[in-house]
């Protein structure tokens, strides 16, 4: 298995726009989830979905922020408009037992 | 909500060196992962380990869920060690393998 995929790997715009993560979980995983990691408040989990439904979104930090999961081996993660303060690493991972797997995160910088 | 506290923040070896990492938590868990976050960012599962002790290698851990922690151990370190050590825990009432993760270990080892 290719593991989890996540793309681009790097993105880079300038404030006002909007930005889309993508994620392919691993096949067959019914969970997936979505990390956000920064040097001041390290993981911090925005939102996750079980069977495609989202579960628990409490983490998300404003509504700028929106995730989707259209089918179980898609999802997005899309900020609009997007802020300097959104800068971070964005990290997906899907699970199935309950041991989670990570894809090798996106790199966002917001100019 | 749980909390998760890792000890030390910060460790530095000499290669060989063996070395042990702890997790407290605040409250019961289902669920409690250790991962390796390598010095390119990619977050690797090393141990899935609710409770009791399990090996891989030169790594080991162990949970004692009654008294709320878990250790990591690392014996004959090896520059490839290096990095960002972090546990992550479901509490028992947390549900759908929601991971809160601790703020790390970071490691570093040298020839």
């Known amino acids: 298995d290719a593991g989890v995929i996540q793309s681009p790997r790097h993105e880079v715009t300038e404030m006002g726009q909007e930005v889309t993560l993508r994620c392919k979980p691993i096949s067959g995983h019914n969970s997936l989830f979505w990390y956000r990691q920064t040097m001041m408040r390290g993981l911090e989990l925005l939102i996750y979905?079980?069977?495609?439904?989202?579960?628990?979104d409490s983490g998300m930090p404003e509504d700028r922020f929106s995730a989707k999961m259209p089918n179980a081996s898609f999802s997005t993660l899309k900020i609009q408009p997007s802020e300097p303060r959104d800068s971070a690493v964005y990290f997906c991972?899907?699970?199935?037992?309950?041991?989670?797997?990570f894809g090798s995160g996106t790199q966002l910088s917001v100019l | 909500g749980i909390q998760v506290e890792q000890s030390p923040p910060d460790l530095i070896l000499q290669e060989g060196a063996n070395s042990t990492l702890r997790c407290n938590f605040s409250?019961?868990?289902?669920?409690l992962q250790w991962f390796h976050q390598n010095p390119w960012g990619q977050l690797i599962n090393l141990f899935y380990i609710p409770s009791g002790t399990k090996q891989n290698g030169r790594l080991s851990a162990t949970t004692v869920a009654t008294e709320r922690y878990s250790l990591l151990y690392i014996s004959s370190s090896q520059t490839t060690d290096s990095g960002v050590y972090f546990c992550?825990?479901?509490?028992?009432?947390?549900?759908?393998?929601?991971?809160?993760f601790g703020a790390g270990t970071r490691l570093a080892v040298h020839p």
């Open positions: 991972a899907s699970s199935f037992t309950g041991k989670l797997f």
């Open positions: 992550a825990v479901e509490s028992q009432g947390g549900g759908y393998n929601k991971l809160i």
């Open positions: 409250d019961s868990v289902n669920n």
């Open positions: 979905f079980n069977n495609n439904v989202p579960i628990d």
